[in-house]
């Protein structure tokens, strides 16, 4: 049995923000390992929350994160968190472990990226140990205040590695149904591949033809650095180096983040590390709009993600685009900072589980809902799109991409209050003139000539 990613990730954002005592393997020294794995069990059993037995989704049984030991007269773990599983009556019934370390008693332990997993039940009926929910990274340090933040609401699309070859016809293809915006990955090998120095010299390229064509691009630094063995150091050196290049496009480059995911298996632990994240913020130019990541599917929103200026989310595939927009919406009142769904669920001709949906209208919800709670943005994410291919274009994918382009051109913006001016008042002036007696009113000639000899004979 597996950790699932969600829980992994949130061990190895605590290893990133409090480090694995080292020592010299003696009992005082193991005491201060127990210490610091009671710290992360009570983050586990924060995060992860038992569901309540009265919940109506709660059929048969319920379950607790928590703490171990072998027997009633063993210390507790070094190494270990537990699960403990009961049914509806409170009686214990499952008893799961899994070892976070290794080496543990050789005062150099180190994070296991897949630990190992025990029944603890069938091995000498160990003791579960109950901990309390503590959020030891509730008051992580975030990033600095003077970075420009996202201007406007942005519609993407998800268009990986478009820079490489530079298809046109993407580009036509987005534009036709309304989306201005690509979301680009440096480098990566996970479609096409390209080195650290190809993705760079491509990156330009691509961003000079965008400009021609009046289109935009978020833009993603980092990805693949524990796949392709990248250190510290040459991260550094490309996120400085490709600040340089988005710099010089204002007028494209709505915004960078720093990594795709950072708690993926596929980065580094560092890409966790909030110190270490900070360096790479101050790499970048203050000009550009800058986040620090991303959560792994449907991971909570923690402080480290909402180290830079805007927050990218990327859904849990299992809830619906109103589902994921609320905690999206919620996130964006928590960190004060913009929210853009960055990476929902794909969409593709057949439909996955968990992966892939085959409904165009799909498309149509996540923008609707985008608006709805008023966050920063919303990518379409078509399977086409992991390589910018338009031959691989379905017709479920060209539907979902005009009705998400279509539901965001049709988004209501309220017009702009035009005040009204507030009269000023005219002075009135009196003006003596003669009086004015109508044509109709005038004397004939012979009421003058009468008029006159009247006065004669008078």
């Known amino acids: 049995m597996q950790l699932s990613s969600k829980v992994l990730a949130r061990i190895h954002e605590f290893a990133a ?23 992360l069990c009570e983050q586990i059993r924060h995060d992860f929350p038992c569901p309540n037995a009265s919940d109506e989704e709660v059929s048969e049984q319920v379950f607790e994160w928590g703490w171990k030991r072998a027997s009633a007269t063993r210390p507790l773990s070094k190494e270990t968190l537990a699960l403990q599983y009961r049914d509806l009556s409170g009686r214990e019934t499952e008893l799961h472990g899994w070892d976070l370390l290794r080496g543990a008693s050789t005062g150099a332990p180190v994070l296991s990226h897949n630990p190992s997993y025990h029944d603890l039940v069938a091995e000498y009926n160990q003791i579960f140990v109950p901990v309390s929910p503590v959020n030891h990274l509730a008051n ?8 420009a933040t996202l201007s ?11 820079h490489l070859q530079r298809d046109i016809r993407w ?4 534009v036709s149904a309304n989306i201005p915006t690509l979301r680009l990955v440096v480098s990566s090998v996970y479609r096409r591949g390209s080195t650290l120095v190809q993705g760079r010299s491509a990156l330009g390229l691509g961003l000079e033809v965008l400009r021609s064509r009046k289109l935009t691009a978020l833009v993603t630094i980092n990805t693949d650095t524990r796949t392709r063995d990248i250190d510290r150091s040459t991260c550094l050196d490309h996120t400085r180096k490709t600040s340089d290049i988005l710099r010089a496009y204002p007028d494209v480059v709505l915004g960078a983040r720093l990594f795709n995911e950072n708690s993926h298996g596929v980065e580094q632990s560092w890409a966790s590390d909030p110190a270490f994240l900070r360096e790479l913020d101050a790499a970048v130019d203050r000009s550009i709009p800058l986040s620090w990541g991303a959560n792994h599917g449907g991971e909570p929103v923690s402080a480290t993600l909402a180290g830079g200026s805007w927050i990218a989310f990327h859904s849990d595939r299992d809830g619906t685009p109103e589902e994921n927009a609320k905690i999206m919406a919620d996130a964006e009142k928590r960190f004060d900072r913009p929210v853009i769904d960055d990476e929902p669920i794909g969409i593709f001709r057949d439909a996955q589980p968990g992966r892939r949906v085959n409904d165009p209208q799909w498309a149509a919800r996540q923008a609707r809902a985008a608006l709805k709670f008023g966050l920063g943005g919303t990518t379409l994410h078509l399977d086409a799109g992991i390589a910018a291919d338009v031959d691989a274009l379905d017709d479920v994918q060209r ?3 005009r009705l998400f382009g279509e539901t965001l051109s049709l988004r209501v913006v309220p017009p702009t209050p035009v005040p009204v001016p507030v009269p000023v008042p005219v002075p009135v002036i009196t003006v003596e003139s003669p009086i004015v007696v109508p044509p109709h009113k005038q004397p004939s000639l012979w009421d003058r000539i009468r008029w006159f000899i009247r006065r004669v004979l008078r």
């Open 17 to 39: 923000t409090y480090s694995i005592p080292t020592g010299d393997g003696s009992d005082i020294y193991l005491d201060t390992l127990r210490a610091w794995m009671q710290r």
């Open 140 to 147: 992580m340090p975030v990033g600095l205040s003077d970075r």
């Open 152 to 162: 406007g609401f942005i519609a993407s699309a998800s268009s990986f590695d478009w």
């Open 171 to 174: 580009l036509d293809f987005l």
């Open 399 to 401: 539907e979902s991409a």
